[in-house]
């Protein structure tokens, strides 16, 4: 699994209404460690981080509410100039009281947005977690992470194994882009398997059924193009029609120049090539081209820039539908 960021030594923020720390929660008798999954983002995406509180006291419990850790206000971001200012981060969906034990912790998952300004274009923010109620005064460690400028849609696939990212391509494939950001907004591609895997080719997932039959509901019509397929571009599956493809698509491992013209080509990998290469890598069921262990999705989220609005999806059979004209080669069909 690909590891959470190395943590550094705690240093103080200032922001203004946020108090200095104390002790990074010493006399709290709680300590609050801050992890990102990702070491850079586009400075239009959410992070997503992990906060571990634990009680290391000697004193028999701490209790404290759920928002007393996630709240609109309790991620504070500062750029090179250590000027900080609270990051947007979003409430719980319920709040409920949190007891620790002497030694327990507790994991949560929050996302923070960095607002404009923090930091100059290409640098970098510092993250850190301020506490409240119960635990005001208690602040984690600081977390860096890279704030890159990005024109184009982004997805994040979280899988059991680590974390993908992938740049869309709309002015390739709008149709396409619309297509899999719909889905994975509705949540189509949560916990679906890496159901194909052929070292030296592909990675292929988003088969509701798990065995490659399965499909959204619907097709939608090719958009093939001129982006080649090379190692680390994502396309679109389909069967032997041209406008037959629907929900399920794959990484190339390896160059794929034989796919060109025959596929539709809409994203290409950002961050975690590495990962869709080891799970090329697993060993296989016998006689079949599914993985022998458990590979599969845990969430897809999409990211828009600024200003970006998903078109509508076209689907086969729409009037604004028509069959595409490219007719591929059978001996390079995939």
Not at 17 to 25: I, L, N
Not at 275 to 304: C, F, T, W
């Amino acid at each position: 699994m690909t590891p959470f960021l190395r943590l550094i030594p705690i240093l103080v923020v200032l922001a203004a209404g946020v108090a200095p720390a104390q002790d990074s929660g010493a006399r709290k008798g709680v300590s609050v460690v801050l992890a990102a999954a990702r070491s850079s983002v586009a400075d239009f995406e959410p992070i997503r981080l992990k906060l571990i509180v634990t009680n290391d006291a000697a004193s028999p419990s701490a209790t404290f509410r759920r928002s007393d850790l996630q709240r609109e206000k309790c991620i504070v971001a500062a750029g090179p100039d250590r000027k900080g200012k609270w990051s947007e981060t979003k409430k719980p969906d319920a709040d409920n009281d949190i007891v620790l034990n002497v030694g327990e912790s507790f994991t949560m998952i929050l996302e923070t947005k960095v607002p404009g300004g923090v930091t100059p274009e290409g640098s970098y923010v510092m993250l850190q977690w301020v506490g409240a109620g119960p635990l005001a005064g208690v602040r984690s460690n600081e977390v860096p992470v890279n704030m890159r400028k990005a024109t184009n849609p982004l997805a994040t696939v979280e899988t059991n194994e680590g974390v993908i990212v992938l740049e869309l391509l709309p002015e390739k494939a709008p149709n396409h882009v619309a297509n899999f950001m719909e889905l994975a907004e509705k949540g189509f591609y949560n916990g679906l398997k890496w159901h194909r895997i052929v070292p030296g080719f592909v990675v292929q997932s988003g088969c509701p059924k798990g065995d490659g039959t399965g499909d959204a509901g619907y097709k939608i019509p090719a958009e093939f193009n001129d982006t080649p397929f090379s190692k680390g571009v994502v396309g679109m599956a389909r069967a032997e029609e041209n406008d037959s493809a629907g929900s399920q698509w794959f990484i190339c491992v390896a160059d794929a120049r034989g796919l060109d013209n025959q596929y539709t080509a809409f994203a290409r990998v950002l961050e975690g090539q590495e990962l869709a290469d080891r799970i090329s890598q697993l060993p296989q069921k016998s006689g079949s081209e599914e993985p022998a262990v458990d590979a599969r999705i845990k969430r897809v989220a999409v990211s828009p820039p600024p200003g970006w609005t998903r078109p509508a999806v076209r689907r086969v059979g729409d009037p604004a539908s028509r069959p595409s004209d490219v007719k591929p080669s059978k001996e390079n069909g995939k």
